[in-house]
């Protein structure tokens, strides 16, 4: 018989074959996985130690919280409390699921309890060891300055800084950490048989994990304000932070409970209950607005620019979106109809969404000049209107249009200005011929007996519309209403543009101030303090709409 | 005859709707239209046309675009931009291709989990992601054997690695009947048999559509190529555009000509995929 060398016996036999299987995936999606990690996950970690510091092209002090507090005001404080607090409710559902599962199971869960703290001990040994080796390793580029460019200089200073004397016993207690993780775990498997052996591993995993990421948040915020209030004290001034964090706390937690209340009411079958619950809540959620009052004063100490951009973001979404998605559904319901030529017509409606932005940006600038002889000006002066000043206009729309009627408009409604007119044109121009596309593929998905049958018992063409055709059509809107929102965080180039000094800002949304301070004024901590803000933000409008989608959307 | 006067009436009717729908549907295509013609127009004027109020050129100044071509320096940045698609492309192609026909037709410990996480990354904001991508490429060059900044690896390898491109090309490969792939191993063919020979010729589709949205993207990108070069060597269209708009910006019928340059390549592509493009977009977006 012939004999097998080590590597023909690992691959052969049933589970030979499936490990060779395995290996075959993990290198299919390694190029990718690999690219998608370094390029798309690490940064997240690297931004977030990066807002941490001082920094400007070149790292400096660590500084906690100041970035955030600067750009945000004392609100960094409470948002990071409430994180932590976050965390330790997760616990507590994740301990209530695993009560949950002993008690269908007739379980015993207990034993678990000590590879899931295994597994909290490495993930945190490696947070340390990662933010104990990065600075270590990002200096060896200066290090390598008028060396040699080869690989071996290289992998000798990476060496170097990995055997650090700050770094090398964090490895040693990640490694560790991560033997003992994987030997109690294959030990609890084996020894401790119940059928929900590895659920319950990952439950305790998760909510070690989870209880130390929110012990160690209040207790870092704690310092942190202990620390804030040490400096301000210092100077004499009473900087007011724990009053503060208290009323907004407790507003934010009046809020959620009225919330809470509010959607018990709704399930009460009897009357006298109903008014009972909906005067509670009422009750709470005037309590809870009367404290969160005090936001915008806390606000106002922090970053102008941050709400600025905020403001003109919102005005980009609320200008864009809505017009952008009405317009489509016209046209894509008209294109439905089959005429002769509804091909021609949907490929012209596509060539904005083609066409790179820039230049059309471009023409877009050219055309609103602020020149008597552009062509936006000469047709409002056929109009009998004044020509406008356009992309170098700062003064807002609403403002501008009862100047011409002779009605003084408060400042505060205002409205976008002129120049962030001219971009909300240009986004729905580009646009519309896409969401069209994505409409007249939700209009297919309606089974055409509905429209049919509806025509038969006499509805008009309207009631179709009103009553059967756009509530089908629900998921696409709210598919195209998320993307159009978050392309509206997210748009930079031709904005870019579009921008001009004399606009004085009002055009620069959340996206390009982050970009501003950044690549103009070199504040790389604060700037990746700020994208964090810019992904709060985003991230709590995507839970909201998620509980919209679960409540109003019609999946026929 | 009562009859007859109804049907005339009703025919009347349909054909009113008709031409309402059609002078709306007109509107429409003439409004996403006119930035183009008025580029086109103005591009082919005199200076001194272009500054006026007339619509339509006197006389078609075909010399404006080989001006604005030697000014713009475009024959550079179009070469830059050629270059950067094509390297960027290649690389995600390839890459998407096998990492899709693994999560899609293939079995590992891990699978959904790791899919999951490649996919919550479209959630990050760019901004989150810019600043510590920019100091990692820089980084990468100065302790690497090339540099990356003011060169192609900066400006290709960070878009290589698409869980866009990946996640359409999934849903495709997995619609491929098991059958087959049963028909295939009998035949004796592996995996990478079965990608190229069975699955990759039925996926021509979205194939073009990764390769179109990738065009754009590449041709449109900004923000990134301002950060990773200062210099014209390696700077793409897009910024070479942007350049020549805020020189010579007074030119207006130099830089819409510019404008009509640097949209040409990209219409013509456009025009010939654009049915598997719509549909496919159509598709994508439903299901994504």
């Given at each position: 018989?012939?004999?097998?060398?080590?590597?023909?016996?690992?691959?052969?036999?049933?589970?030979?074959?499936?490990?060779?299987?395995?290996?075959?995936?993990?290198?299919?999606?390694?190029?990718?996985?690999?690219?998608?990690?370094?390029?798309?996950?690490?940064?997240?970690?690297?931004?977030?130690?990066?807002?941490?510091?001082?920094?400007?092209?070149?790292?400096?002090?660590?500084?906690?919280?100041?970035?955030?507090?600067?750009?945000?005001?004392?609100?960094?404080?409470?948002?990071?409390?409430?994180?932590?607090?976050?965390?330790?409710?997760?616990?507590?559902?994740?301990?209530?699921?695993?009560?949950?599962?002993?008690?269908?199971?007739?379980?015993?869960?207990?034993?678990?309890?000590?590879?899931?703290?295994?597994?909290?001990?490495?993930?945190?040994?490696?947070?340390?060891?990662?933010?104990?080796?990065?600075?270590?390793?990002?200096?060896?580029?200066?290090?390598?300055?008028?060396?040699?460019?080869?690989?071996?200089?290289?992998?000798?200073?990476?060496?170097?800084?990995?055997?650090?004397?700050?770094?090398?016993?964090?490895?040693?207690?990640?490694?560790?950490?991560?033997?003992?993780?994987?030997?109690?775990?294959?030990?609890?498997?084996?020894?401790?048989?119940?059928?929900?052996?590895?659920?319950?591993?990952?439950?305790?995993?998760?909510?070690?994990?989870?209880?130390?990421?929110?012990?160690?948040?209040?207790?870092?915020?704690?310092?942190?304000?202990?620390?804030?209030?040490?400096?301000?004290?210092?100077?004499?001034?009473?900087?007011?932070?724990?009053?503060?964090?208290?009323?907004?706390?407790?507003?934010?937690?009046?809020?959620?409970?009225?919330?809470?209340?509010?959607?018990?009411?709704?399930?009460?079958?009897?009357?006298?209950?109903?008014?009972?619950?909906?005067?509670?809540?009422?009750?709470?959620?005037?309590?809870?607005?009367?404290?969160?009052?005090?936001?915008?004063?806390?606000?106002?100490?922090?970053?102008?620019?941050?709400?600025?951009?905020?403001?003109?973001?919102?005005?980009?979404?609320?200008?864009?979106?809505?017009?952008?998605?009405?317009?489509?559904?016209?046209?894509?319901?008209?294109?439905?109809?089959?005429?002769?030529?509804?091909?021609?017509?949907?490929?012209?409606?596509?060539?904005?969404?083609?066409t790179p932005s820039i230049a059309s940006a471009a023409v877009f600038q050219q055309m609103f000049s602020n020149r008597?002889?552009a062509?936006?000006?000469?047709?409002?002066?056929?109009?009998?209107?004044?020509?406008?000043q356009w992309l170098f206009e700062p003064?807002?729309?609403?403002?501008?249009?009862?100047?011409?009627?002779?009605?003084?408009?408060?400042?505060?409604?205002?409205?976008?200005?002129?120049a962030m007119?001219v971009i909300?044109?240009h986004?729905?121009?580009?646009?519309?011929?896409?969401?069209?596309?994505?409409?007249?593929?939700?209009?297919?998905?309606?089974?055409?007996?509905?429209?049919?049958?509806?025509?038969?018992?006499?509805?008009?063409?309207?009631?179709?519309?009103?009553?059967?055709?756009?509530?089908?059509?629900?998921?696409?809107?709210?598919?195209?209403?998320?993307?159009?929102?978050?392309?509206?965080?997210?748009a930079f180039n031709t904005i870019w543009i579009f921008r001009s000094n004399l606009a004085l800002g009002t055009t620069d949304t959340?996206s390009l101030?982050?970009f501003i301070?950044f690549f103009e004024k070199?504040?790389?901590?604060?700037?990746?303090?700020?994208?964090?803000?810019?992904?709060?933000?985003?991230?709590?409008?995507?839970?909201?709409?998620?509980?919209?989608?679960?409540?109003?959307?019609?999946?026929? | 005859?009562?009859?007859?006067?109804?049907?005339?009436?009703?025919?009347?009717?349909?054909?009113?709707?008709?031409?309402?729908?059609?002078?709306?549907?007109?509107?429409?295509?003439?409004?996403?239209?006119?930035p183009?013609?008025?580029m086109?127009?103005t591009s082919?004027?005199?200076l001194?046309?272009a500054l006026?109020?007339?619509?339509?050129?006197?006389?078609?100044?075909?010399?404006n675009y080989?001006e604005a071509w030697r000014r713009a320096q475009f024959s550079e940045y179009f070469?830059n931009s050629?270059?950067?698609?094509?390297?960027?492309?290649?690389?995600?192609?390839?890459?998407?291709?096998?990492?899709?026909?693994?999560?899609?037709?293939?079995?590992?410990?891990?699978?959904?989990?790791?899919?999951?996480?490649?996919?919550?990354?479209?959630?990050?904001?760019?901004?989150?992601?810019?600043?510590?991508?920019?100091?990692?490429?820089?980084?990468?060059?100065?302790?690497?054997?090339?540099?990356?900044?003011n060169?192609?690896?900066?400006?290709?390898?960070?878009?290589?690695?698409?869980?866009?491109?990946?996640?359409?090309?999934?849903?495709?490969?997995?619609?491929?009947?098991?059958?087959?792939?049963?028909?295939?191993?009998?035949?004796?063919?592996?995996?990478?048999?079965?990608?190229?020979?069975?699955?990759?010729?039925?996926?021509?589709?979205?194939?073009?559509?990764?390769?179109?949205?990738?065009?754009?993207?590449?041709w449109n990108s900004l923000a990134w190529p301002m950060l990773v070069t200062n210099t014209p060597d390696w700077r793409p269209i897009s910024v070479g555009l942007m350049n020549f708009v805020d020189e010579a910006g007074q030119l207006v019928n130099l830089t819409m000509a510019g404008a009509f340059i640097t949209i040409?390549?990209?219409?013509?592509?456009?025009?010939?995929?654009?049915?598997?493009?719509?549909?496919?977009?159509?598709?994508?977006?439903?299901?994504?």
């Open positions: 018989m012939e004999k097998k060398n080590f590597l023909q016996r690992t691959f052969t036999g049933r589970r030979g074959r499936r490990l060779k299987e395995y290996l075959t995936a993990y290198l299919f999606i390694a190029p990718a996985s690999i690219l998608i990690f370094v390029f798309g996950i690490f940064p997240v970690f690297f931004a977030l130690y990066v807002s941490l510091h001082r920094w400007r092209i070149v790292r400096s002090d660590m500084i906690g919280l100041t970035n955030y507090v600067n750009a945000v005001g004392n609100l960094a404080y409470v948002v990071a409390f409430f994180l932590g607090l976050g965390a330790l409710v997760g616990v507590y559902f994740l301990i209530r699921r695993v009560l949950q599962i002993k008690r269908e199971h007739q379980d015993r869960p207990w034993l678990t309890i000590v590879p899931g703290l295994a597994f909290a001990a490495m993930i945190f040994s490696f947070l340390n060891w990662f933010y104990r080796a990065l600075p270590e390793v990002l200096d060896i580029a200066f290090k390598v300055r008028g060396l040699e460019r080869d690989e071996i200089v290289f992998a000798e200073l990476l060496g170097e800084a990995l055997r650090a004397e700050s770094v090398l016993p964090a490895w040693r207690t990640f490694l560790l950490a991560l033997l003992a993780t994987l030997a109690l775990s294959v030990l609890a498997l084996h020894f401790w048989r119940s059928r929900n052996n590895l659920k319950h591993q990952a439950y305790f995993s998760m909510g070690f994990t989870l209880l130390g990421i929110g012990i160690g948040l209040l207790a870092f915020t704690l310092q942190e304000v202990n620390a804030a209030y040490a400096a301000a004290l210092a100077e004499g001034t009473d900087p007011g932070i724990w009053p503060q964090v208290i009323t907004i706390s407790s507003g934010l937690i009046l809020f959620a409970a009225g919330w809470l209340i509010w959607r018990r009411a709704e399930k009460q079958t009897s009357d006298g209950l109903f008014w009972l619950h909906a005067l509670g809540a009422m009750v709470l959620l005037v309590g809870g607005w009367l404290l969160i009052g005090e936001l915008p004063a806390v606000i106002a100490a922090g970053d102008k620019k941050i709400w600025d951009g905020l403001k003109v973001t919102v005005y980009f979404s609320l200008g864009t979106v809505p017009l952008q998605l009405v317009i489509s559904l016209f046209l894509s319901v008209l294109l439905f109809q089959k005429l002769v030529g509804s091909n021609v017509f949907r490929i012209i409606y596509f060539i904005p969404y083609v008597q002889t062509p936006v000006n000469m047709f409002l002066r056929s109009l009998g209107l004044p020509p406008q003064r807002g729309i609403i403002t501008i249009i009862g100047d011409l009627i002779g009605f003084s408009v408060p400042s505060w409604a205002a409205g976008p200005s002129l007119v909300i044109l986004s729905i121009w580009t646009f519309v011929g896409y969401n069209t596309v994505i409409y007249l593929a939700g209009l297919g998905n309606i089974p055409k007996e509905l429209n049919d049958s509806a025509e038969v018992d006499g509805a008009n063409g309207w009631q179709v519309f009103r009553h059967i055709t756009f509530p089908l059509l629900s998921p696409t809107t709210y598919f195209l209403s998320l993307i159009g929102i978050i392309g509206t965080f997210k959340f101030v982050i301070e070199l504040r790389y901590g604060y700037a990746s303090a700020m994208a964090f803000v810019l992904f709060g933000i985003i991230l709590t409008l995507t839970l909201i709409n998620n509980r919209i989608q679960g409540s109003r959307v019609f999946y026929g | 005859m009562d009859n007859r006067h109804k049907r005339r009436k009703g025919f009347s009717y349909a054909s009113r709707r008709k031409i309402f729908i059609y002078i709306v549907l007109s509107l429409g295509a003439f409004i996403s239209l006119i183009f013609i008025w086109i127009s082919l004027m005199s001194g046309e006026g109020t007339a619509f339509f050129p006197s006389e078609l100044h075909f010399e080989a070469i050629i270059l950067i698609t094509l390297i960027t492309l290649a690389g995600e192609i390839t890459f998407s291709i096998f990492a899709a026909y693994a999560f899609a037709r293939m079995e590992f410990p891990g699978r959904d989990l790791i899919f999951g996480v490649m996919l919550s990354t479209i959630m990050i904001p760019a901004m989150v992601l810019i600043i510590p991508n920019f100091l990692t490429v820089t980084w990468l060059g100065r302790i690497g054997p090339i540099p990356w900044i060169n192609w690896p900066a400006l290709t390898i960070p878009f290589m690695g698409s869980i866009f491109s990946i996640f359409l090309l999934k849903q495709f490969f997995a619609q491929v009947p098991d059958e087959l792939f049963d028909a295939a191993q009998i035949d004796g063919a592996g995996h990478l048999r079965f990608l190229f020979q069975v699955v990759l010729p039925l996926s021509k589709a979205p194939l073009m559509v990764i390769l179109v949205l990738s065009f754009i993207g590449t040409i390549p990209i219409l013509v592509i456009y025009f010939f995929t654009q049915r598997q493009f719509t549909d496919s977009i159509a598709r994508s977006g439903l299901k994504g």
